[in-house]
Structure formats: structure tokens, C-alpha cells
């Protein structure tokens, strides 16, 4: 017992760093990884809170198209997969997951991942409780990898004191600080707060949303091979910005005129610079002038090639970051763009739709619907074709022999619908022959 819960202290101490810093880098907090001490010392307070953040635009382009319509039975069964299928969907619903699935596929994007806590509540309900990534953890099966064997939870009460609950498929132990801790220390500080809760169900009641992740390993963020270009972009959009402090007072330059010097032997400035400050001499040998301006295209250009670089390492489309781009936005060549985005986020809903069906399984045994539900989560479409591109599909299969029933009904009419055409178009040649 103590093993295990050192075990998940250390857990939670090993990837606290990772998640912190997905949430810094997600909500615009960056480092300035590129700047020297220089730049630091004269414009690190001006623009230590500057970021073009594009880390939210990576995990967002995926998280938009993981929409889950319900859930139906691997191997349908007339009324009784209908029954199932229903009860999947009540329990969706009371749970208001349409929301918080939004929730748990942003946790997992963003950090890497995310977990879901089921239980009866007092009226014995199947309750879904979203986790965020910092406050739980698994442990898999090194022998059946992908098989979770414990988990715990950690989170601090009101009264302040750590509380720590190790769950496995027999049983929930439960564990707090003596005192009010601010910080999850080692596995001694925690001692048991009550009798072991049974787990009547033998399965460990917490589902893991890893994202991108190896076998039996934990996910990764959406963005982590991003954030490096990131700190690169913010670079040049800052030394973009002061070129630009510079280029709007530009420097002006004196010659032919004497120099002043102080009682103690230092040159004197003869002129004061300024708007609404005049140079003048008397001297007709002196000449004004100043210094040409630098070109901020090339600033630009490392700024878009940034952005260019993060779409392709992320696989996300370009247009997601520069959406003000009509050339992106074509029918060919928004489909050529994301051919690789729509194959991640297929990788992506197959790996979180086996979760959302174990999740799902779990719950309609909690409720002692079904001991073993096997259950397939239905997403919507990520690429949606219209309903021309529907219709000039169908009349393709046409011309290679598809009767004109089945092709009525993939255009979406109902049976009856189907009925009457068909009898109104052999009526249309009948009569077209009697008047001949």
C-alpha cells in the first residue's frame, strides 16, 4: 500500500512541470527563450507580457472537429441495441457531456491528458466526473499494457489539507495530511482517512485520455514540438517591434559645426532632439541629415516562415493561423491542406472514442443496464462534403449500374418518398408511348 501511494506522488511530481507549462503556454504566458541579457534589461519589463500566441490555435483546429453525435452497439441487436443505444445517450445527456466532452478533449489536447472519474451517486446514477491532468494518474499493466490496475486522485479540501484517493478494482483507499500542506509531499505525510470504499464493479473506475500517446504510456500536448518555433515567433515579432520604436523617431545627423566641451573636458550636445524642438546654426558650413530607415519586410518574412514551420510540424493547415488568406481558402486547396489534419484527427477519435465507449460501458454497468457492453462512439464527419458534391457522388455510382432506389435513398429520401418517384417515372415513358 505504501509503495503505491509513493508511487503516485511521484507521478504527479514528475509531470507537474509538463502540465504547468502547457497551461502557461496555452493561456500566452511564453518565455523569452531567444533574448539576450541586453535585450532583457532594456525591454524585458516592456514586453514580458507579449505573446502571438498560436499554441490555442493547434489544439483548437482538432478539438473543433471532435464532436461526438452518440453511441451505438458493436453488433446491433434489433430492440435490444435500440434500448441500449438509448439508455448510452440518457446517461450522455443527464451528465450534460455534450459540454464537458468539449472540456476533456481541451484537457488532453492541451496538457497531454485527461481522465474521467464514474460513480453512482446517491440515487445510484451513473455520475461522470471530468479530471483535469494535474490532479490524477494511472498506473497500466506492464504484463497487458493499456490495462489500467490503479489510479489515484489527489486534490486539496476546504480546509486545506491534501487529500489523496488510491482506486483499484476491488476497493478505494483513502488518504490526508494531518495538517493544512500546500505542497504534495512524499507518500509519509499521508495517512489514512477512513475505511477502504468497496468497488463492487472490478474495474478501476478512472479512464485515461491520453493524447498521441505510445502504448500504455501517458499523451503528449497537441503543441510540445511547437513551442520551441513559438519562442522563435515571439523573438521576431519583438525585434520587430523595436526596429519599429526605432523607425518612427528616426536618427538625425550634424556635420561642420564645433564642438563644445564642459569644465570638465566632456562634449556638449548642441542641439536638443525632438518634435517640437528646431536645429539651427549660424554657421553656413553645418549640414542636417539622418539615417535611412530600416526595412521591416524582412521582419515579416521570419515572422510568416515561423508560422509556416509551426503548421507543419503540428500538421495543422496554414490557414488556421493566417485566416485573413483567400489563397488557402479554395475548395482544392483547403482539401489539399488538410488531407494530413484530417488523418490526425481520425488517429484522435479513434483513440478517444475507445475511452468514451469504456467510459460509457462502465457507467450502464454502474446503473446494472448491461455487464458488458460493447459500444462504438459515432463522431460527426470531420470533412463534411456538401450536398452537391452528395448528389454528383451519386450520379457517378449511376453510370456504373447503381439502381435508381438505392440512389433515391442515399440522396436521403424515405422509403415512401422512394415509392412514389419511382412510380411517377415509369408512368412518365407509359404515357409518352400512348401519345405516340
Not at 498506473?139 to 490503479?150: A, H
Amino acid at each position: 500500500m505504501k509503495e503505491h501511494l509513493q508511487e503516485a506522488v511521484e507521478h504527479f511530481r514528475a509531470r507537474t512541470a509538463r502540465y504547468t507549462r502547457a497551461e502557461r503556454y496555452y493561456a500566452g504566458d511564453h518565455d523569452l527563450a531567444f533574448a539576450t541579457d541586453k535585450f532583457k534589461n532594456a525591454f524585458g519589463s516592456l514586453f514580458r507580457e507579449f505573446a502571438l500566441n498560436l499554441c490555442p490555435a493547434i489544439c483548437d483546429a482538432v478539438r473543433d472537429k471532435l464532436r461526438i453525435t452518440g453511441f451505438s452497439p458493436d453488433q446491433p441487436d434489433g430492440k435490444a441495441g435500440a434500448a441500449l443505444a438509448a439508455a448510452a445517450g440518457r446517461i450522455w445527456t443527464a451528465n450534460r457531456m455534450r459540454l464537458r466532452a468539449g472540456e476533456v478533449h481541451k484537457e488532453a489536447l492541451k496538457c497531454g491528458d485527461a481522465y474521467m472519474i464514474v460513480w453512482p451517486d446517491d440515487t445510484g446514477r451513473a455520475a461522470l466526473y471530468p479530471n483535469r491532468a494535474s490532479t490524477c494518474t494511472v498506473t497500466y499493466d506492464e504484463e497487458f499494457p493499456g490495462r489500467v490496475i490503479r489510479a489515484a486522485k489527489y486534490w486539496r479540501s476546504p480546509d486545506r489539507r491534501i487529500r489523496m484517493n488510491i482506486l483499484y478494482p476491488d476497493r478505494i483507499e483513502k488518504f490526508a495530511t494531518e495538517r493544512p500542506a500546500d505542497i504534495l509531499s512524499d507518500g509519509a505525510a499521508l495517512s489514512p482517512a477512513g475505511p477502504p470504499v468497496p468497488n463492487p464493479f472490478g474495474v478501476v473506475p478512472v479512464f485515461h485520455f491520453a493524447n498521441n500517446a505510445d502504448i500504455g504510456a501517458f499523451g503528449r500536448s497537441e503543441f510540445e514540438s511547437a513551442v520551441p518555433i513559438q519562442d522563435g515567433l515571439n523573438k521576431s515579432v519583438l525585434d520587430m517591434l523595436v526596429a519599429m520604436e526605432y523607425a518612427a523617431y528616426r536618427q538625425r545627423w550634424a556635420s561642420g559645426i564645433e564642438v563644445e566641451y564642459d569644465l570638465d573636458g566632456r562634449p556638449t550636445t548642441p542641439f536638443t532632439a525632438g518634435a517640437d524642438h528646431v536645429w539651427m546654426t549660424s554657421s553656413p558650413d553645418t549640414k542636417f541629415g539622418d539615417f535611412n530607415a530600416s526595412s521591416l519586410d524582412q521582419f515579416i518574412k521570419v515572422k510568416d516562415g515561423f508560422r509556416v514551420d509551426i503548421a507543419s510540424v503540428t500538421g495543422t493547415p496554414l490557414h488556421y493561423f493566417t485566416p485573413g488568406s483567400d489563397a488557402l481558402r479554395t475548395g482544392a486547396g483547403v482539401k489539399r491542406n488538410e488531407s494530413r489534419f484530417l488523418a490526425k484527427v481520425r488517429d484522435r477519435q479513434e483513440a478517444f472514442g475507445q475511452v468514451w465507449s469504456d467510459v460509457i460501458a462502465f457507467a450502464l454497468l454502474v446503473e446494472g443496464i448491461a455487464d458488458d457492453a460493447g459500444l462504438l462512439t459515432r463522431w460527426e464527419d470531420p470533412a463534411p462534403i456538401s450536398e452537391r458534391e452528395v448528389l454528383e457522388n451519386i450520379i457517378l455510382k449511376k453510370q456504373i449500374g447503381l439502381p435508381d432506389q438505392y440512389a433515391l435513398s442515399e440522396a436521403g429520401y424515405g422509403e415512401a418518398d422512394i415509392k412514389t418517384m419511382l412510380a411517377a417515372a415509369r408512368k412518365g415513358p407509359e404515357r409518352s408511348t400512348q401519345n405516340k
